[in-house]
């Protein structure tokens, strides 16, 4: 990761029983604590059921799969910056989350195609603290490595919120949750862990030049440090630059970043993006005969990019880069990445995915196989291996459906919040979920009382039920798509004076203003749902459960991209209740 720079301050010490007096005392006075919105619950709040997420995208329809073959991207929507590591016949594989709460989804696969979430690293505030941060802040580029010297599993991230910095965790099994965070005293981003099979540990990590030594914008190095396995702590005095600027300073590389070490025939290999993460986004790698250097680059790089191809291409992926090799149950080398699937209009709604690719290490250096050509919709399963995608709990791909109507005792991992733990703002009812409103508006960088599901196609429909009837014009349930807080949609139902509104108010740059409101009936529940056909939007409702009313017409995609929202995320679809709207119907 790139781009972004913050300085880190830690938090100071509270006394832990005059925490727990003041937050049971602020819990019934609707105050803050440590950025935790806690209120009492509302008498009105909503109630969401029967949520359908079904994707559409042309490319699935135009290729459908044959006997032997699964769909690339792996794992489509803002699952960005994956890392991936092996104990016997488990695969475990990460991911930037940023402000997203719980941070880190973690998935798990025995074929490198069927996977399945079995949760996030980061699943309590004590781990994560983002609840005062912008969405793309928080935490970025993780690694996860099993050590089989001391039998642990660890993941090693940065985490630009909550006086952390650069952070690891670590467990004997990663289905029964992770440590505390460790604190490491080292500047920089994109850490990671390599652990030799002679008992050493190293870290590996993007970082700025020697003070006074930056050459130009985006130069940056690779910097290894020795690690203690027994104080999980880098050793004061190790730190040695093993690449500058990358593959050849003379071109002036930018953003040498998310650095892997490797060890393949008793030689050390480092593998590291190259670009930033955009068009010219690549993935590199040197090798050296020790793992503090010095590093020689291959002389084929770059191993991996969709930078030299036409951008008018059928069925684009481009911005590949960001990756993490691992040996697969055939015996042969993949790798994932990242990528994207912009939509017709090259807008970047959906976020930066994950793809794989098989490896060919049969030469000096690893390659990724067709890794520069256009990359395809569909691969080849490793020999073996039956596509269980969509299926028996496994994670779907393609064009396919998701629905809950919330009567689970656990909520989905895929269901997300943003700052602030899910558990502060739901309850489950027997009429569906309940969202608890937080005075606190989708535009504030605070908690928000809102749960997402990713966009993970670029033509959608997102529906659900709602059973609402606010009190004021304070007071406004529905949906949202967001980008950022200060690029979003809001679709929901609010008051004025006597009367009921369904309102549609669109945020481009922290600016609002109100799209359409039309007066609505709210005695019986409301059918609310955004769709998109690429870059075209549409919001509608439904009194009678089927006949849908459009409001506002199409409306443009584009706050919804990247493109023009900036930033690292993709596009978030939320179950969003506030007391504190400013929709207002016209």
């Known amino acids: 990761m790139n781009r972004i720079k913050f300085r880190i301050t830690p938090l100071g010490n509270r006394q832990f029983v005059l925490l727990c007096v003041f937050m049971t005392l602020f819990s019934f006075m609707g105050l803050e604590v ?42 489509q929507g803002a699952y960005p910056d994956p890392a991936i590591t092996r104990k016997g016949g488990d695969y475990y594989m990460v991911h930037s989350s940023f402000a997203m709460f719980p941070g880190v989804p973690i998935f798990h696969s025995r074929d490198l195609v069927n996977w399945t979430q079995i949760g996030h690293v980061l699943d309590r505030t004590s781990q994560l603290n983002v609840h005062d941060t912008g969405i793309s802040a928080g935490v970025y580029a993780p690694d996860i490595e099993y050590n ?212 060919d290490w049969s030469g000096d250096f690893p390659v990724f196989i067709n890794g520069l050509i256009p990359i395809e919709p569909k691969l080849k399963m490793p020999e073996g291996v039956e596509n269980k995608t969509g299926e028996e709990g496994y994670f779907p791909n393609g064009n396919f459906t998701f629905i809950d109507n919330f009567s689970s005792e656990k909520l989905d991992h895929r269901w997300i919040g943003l700052r602030g733990p899910r558990e502060d703002f739901i309850s489950s009812t027997k009429k ?73 108010q669109r945020t481009e740059k922290g600016q609002s203003k109100i799209i359409a409101s039309s007066k609505i009936d709210v005695r019986k529940p409301i059918r609310l749902q955004v769709k998109a056909d690429e870059d075209d939007y549409q919001f509608s409702y439904s009194t009678n459960g089927t006949d849908f009313v459009n409001l506002g017409g199409t409306v443009s995609g584009d706050i919804l991209s990247t493109n023009v929202a900036g930033g690292f995320t993709g596009t978030l679809l939320g179950l969003y209740a506030t007391s504190a709207n400013d929709a207002f119907p016209q």
């Open 34 to 75: 440590n950025g935790q919105t806690k209120v009492k619950m509302a008498k009105n709040a909503p109630v969401f059921s029967n949520f359908v997420y079904e994707g559409n995208d042309q490319v699935y329809n135009n290729n459908p799969l044959k006997e032997g073959e699964f769909y690339n991207p792996i794992l």
């Open 148 to 359: 089989p010297n001391n039998d642990t599993f660890y993941m090693i991230t940065t985490a630009f919120a909550g006086g952390l910095g650069n952070i690891v965790v670590k467990t004997k099994d990663p289905l029964q949750g992770w440590s505390e965070p460790n604190k490491l005293q080292f500047d920089g981003i994109d850490p990671s862990l390599f652990f030799d099979d002679n008992g050493k540990a190293y870290v590996v990590h993007n970082d700025a030049p020697d003070k006074g030594k930056e050459l130009y914008e985006g130069h940056r190095v690779i910097k290894i440090w020795e690690y203690d396995l027994e104080k999980d702590q880098v050793v004061a005095g190790t730190d040695k630059i093993i690449v500058d600027g990358g593959v050849d300073i003379e071109k002036k590389p930018v953003w040498i970043e998310a650095p892997h070490i490797y060890k393949k025939d008793g030689r050390y290999y480092l593998m590291c993006a190259e670009g930033g993460t955009g068009g010219n986004h690549s993935e590199v790698v040197f090798v050296s005969d020790d793992p503090k250097g010095p590093y020689t680059p291959a002389q084929n790089n770059p191993i991996l990019t969709q930078r030299y191809l036409d951008p008018n291409r059928p069925n684009k992926v481009d911005w590949a880069g960001h990756a993490d090799l691992v040996e697969g149950p055939d015996g042969r080398y993949y790798g994932v990445f990242l990528g994207i699937r912009p939509n017709e209009k090259n807008r970047v709604n959906i976020g930066r995915e994950t793809f794989i690719l098989p490896v």
């Open 432 to 504: 569906g979920l309940k969202i608890n409103p937080f005075p606190v508006n989708i535009k504030e960088i605070k908690p928000t009382s809102t749960l997402f599901h990713r966009q993970q196609h670029n033509t959608f429909t997102y529906t659900t039920t709602l059973d609402y009837r606010p009190a004021s014009e304070k007071d406004l349930a529905g949906i949202v798509a967001l980008q950022s807080e200060s690029f979003n949609y809001v679709f929901g139902i609010t008051k004025k004076d006597k009367d009921h509104y369904v309102v549609l």
